[in-house]
């Protein structure tokens, strides 16, 4: 299963690798590819993870999460 994350305020590829770390250690996480330049970050899941625990992690690396699909 994957989720796509609207993410904003990531602004090269450190802010990419902090949203990265954070989603995968949430357990159920396989992977996550993130690009600042989309402003979005893919998230493919081995066990059900709900949206609202995505989008803590994301936004306690300080930025805003603008919608998940």
């Not at 250690?25 to 709900?50: C, D, F, I, M």
Request: hydrophobic letters at 40%.
């Amino acid at each position: 299963m994957q989720k796509t994350m609207k993410i904003s305020g990531m602004m090269c590829h450190n802010c990419e690798n902090h949203v990265k770390k954070a989603l995968e250690a949430v357990p159920g996480v396989a992977s996550a590819e993130v690009s600042h330049v989309k402003g979005e970050a893919v998230v493919t899941l081995n066990a059900e993870v709900s949206d609202e625990t995505l989008r803590q992690a994301v936004e306690a690396q300080d930025y805003e999460v603008k919608g998940i699909a």
